[in-house]
């Protein structure tokens, strides 16, 4: 039984934390406020993670450290610079091998399926953020200061994941109304399970070869935003999905109040055009094949019911 450190309790980091306990090893769960899964083997912990040596102490004696945070969409200058930092410092400082959840963001926009091996050329202001994050971090590694790797992730399906669909389009359709994403509506699109996110972060951080590169979680074949909410309405039982394209005035429009939407104008690329993320490297390496979509679908209706309740 070894001891695993998860800061953040969000989707990914819950599902890390349920996954690792149900092998029956030792989680220690930080968060701002102590939250996370209720499980016996997980040891939930209020602590700032951007303290560096607050999160060493609680790091030290772990094998791996994961990094499973989610800053608010319009803090992600202002608070990932700092966590990142403090991440490295805490794996240097523990030995901790460092697994971090990334995403596609450093790529920019590309005309193909996205690999591993594609040049991070982000040209939004959240890609220069995530790719400096990575390249600090794989410095350290191939100086010998830190091991790490990262798991990137399309957006997400799965209880409580966020993402333009999940917020914009899936609970419109539950409640048989009509929604509008600004999209284009039948470009392909990869939706990534949270749950083979976690299953991705356990496996690399538990296999050495598999340090000091990324790794794109094993994802579904690709599903407009069309297709996905028209197979939503079918599994809920609701009635037929019905979606338009909202304009990109009214985007804008609705940036001047609220931050979400305005931190989405400089990424509409990734919904206006194909968006396809190739994961055939992590599934031969670790023999992980994702979970079907129409799986992640229930599991994501049925916390956006549970949710609606409370």
Request: proline share 7%.
């Amino acid at each position: 039984m070894s001891l695993h450190v998860i800061v953040g309790a969000g989707p990914v980091g819950s599902a890390t934390a349920r996954l690792l306990v149900a092998r029956g090893e030792r989680v220690r769960l930080l968060t701002r406020r102590g939250g996370g899964p209720e499980l016996a083997g997980i040891d939930r912990i209020a602590a700032d993670a951007t303290d560096s040596d607050t999160l060493a102490r609680h790091t030290e004696g772990a094998v791996a450290l994961y990094s499973c945070a989610g800053p608010a969409y319009h803090r992600w200058s202002a608070d990932w610079p700092p966590l990142g930092a403090a991440l490295m410092r805490a794996a240097e400082a523990t030995g901790a091998v460092l697994v971090t959840t990334g995403n596609l963001y450093g790529y920019g926009q590309v005309d193909v399926p996205m690999t591993e091996q594609l040049p991070l050329r982000p040209n939004s202001v959240k890609g220069e953020v995530r790719a400096k994050l990575w390249a600090d971090a794989l410095a350290a590694h191939e100086a010998g200061r830190i091991r790490t790797a990262e798991v990137r992730g399309s957006d997400y399906l799965g209880a409580g994941a966020g993402s333009p669909f999940s917020v914009m389009v899936l609970p419109k359709v539950l409640a048989g109304r009509s929604g509008s994403i600004p999209a284009d509506l039948d470009a392909p699109h990869s939706w990534t399970y949270v749950g083979d996110v976690a299953r991705t972060l356990v496996a690399v951080a538990a296999d050495e070869n598999a340090w000091g590169r990324p790794w794109h979680v094993p994802t579904a074949p690709p599903l407009s935003i069309r297709a996905l909410a028209t197979r939503a309405a079918e599994l809920a039982e609701a009635p037929a999905a019905r979606v338009a394209t909202m304009p990109g005035f009214a985007l804008r429009l609705a940036g001047l109040f609220n931050p979400a939407a305005r931190e989405l104008l400089e990424v509409q690329y990734q919904l206006r055009r194909p968006f396809i993320l190739d994961s055939s490297a992590a599934m031969a390496a670790f023999g992980i094949d994702p979970t079907p979509t129409d799986e992640a679908l229930r599991e994501t209706i049925e916390g956006l019911r549970t949710a609606t309740v409370r």
